[in-house]
């Protein structure tokens, strides 16, 4: 039981460029998240989906897009990366409600030059 | 605008002793809180949830008081052990607003002394 994974743990980028981070859990959960974490900030919510083929946009969704075909992979996509998007990446899960607790993975490093 | 605000960004406290990490929110629709752990090149893990109905939830170690009336939630580790020294976490909700969503404060890093 690996919980939740990410790919890449780290990553360079040039400004324009464009990746995509992938999440992945096995715990069968309806919830993901993709948020990021930058210094002196807490965690914050990018996009959302509370089930597969269903994405919502969190507290800061520009510049990034998301996808959840598949109920265990939810996608973080950056089509023009851009140096304000450097941040750690993390990805989360929960089973079925919001109080339910959330497993996180263990972050995607991300710089963009 | 920090609606969850964690005003210590760092504690130091004796192995053995109590260590009382505190969390103030702004939004009065949040009634759900949560507390994180997370170790360095980890990703946060879960320590202790409480519901507004309540004003105290314990966990062994763990004892997560809400105080509604002044918004302030606090964490008490007691005893410490080195083991806890971590970056701490509290998040709130107004879940029963429907959302999904949780706002994270900036972080409390504990250093437990040995």
């Known amino acids: 039981n690996a919980g939740v994974t990410q790919t890449p743990k780290f990553r360079v980028l040039k400004t324009g460029q464009s990746m995509t981070l992938l999440c992945a859990q096995d715990m069968n959960h309806e919830y993901m998240y993709w948020y990021r974490q930058d210094p002196g900030m807490g965690l914050r919510l990018i996009h959302y989906s509370v089930g597969e083929g269903t994405t919502a946009k969190g507290e800061v969704p520009d510049g990034y897009n998301v996808s959840r075909l598949k109920k265990q992979n939810f996608l973080l996509g950056l089509e023009s990366a851009a140096p304000s998007q450097t941040s750690v990446y993390f990805c989360?899960?929960?089973?079925?409600?919001?109080?339910?607790?959330?497993?996180f993975g263990p972050g995607t490093r991300l710089t963009v030059l | 605008d920090q609606q969850v605000k964690q005003n210590s960004p760092s504690l130091s406290v004796q192995e053995g002793r109590i260590s009382i990490l505190n969390c103030d929110y702004t939004?009065?629709?949040?009634?759900?809180f949560l507390w994180y752990k997370k170790y360095p090149a980890e990703g946060p893990t879960f320590l202790i949830s409480?519901?507004?109905?309540?004003d105290k939830n314990e966990d062994g170690r763990f004892t997560v008081f809400l105080n509604k009336s002044a918004k302030h939630l606090s964490l008490h580790i007691v005893p410490s052990q080195p083991g806890d020294s971590a970056v701490y976490f509290c998040?709130?909700?107004?879940?029963?607003?429907?959302?999904?969503?949780?706002?994270f404060g900036t972080g409390t890093r504990l250093k437990v002394l040995a």
């Open positions: 939004n009065s629709m949040f009634d759900y």
């Open positions: 989360a899960s929960s089973y079925s409600m919001v109080t339910d607790t959330q497993y």
């Open positions: 409480i519901s507004s109905i309540k």
């Open positions: 998040a709130a909700s107004p879940v029963s607003s429907g959302t999904y969503k949780y706002i």
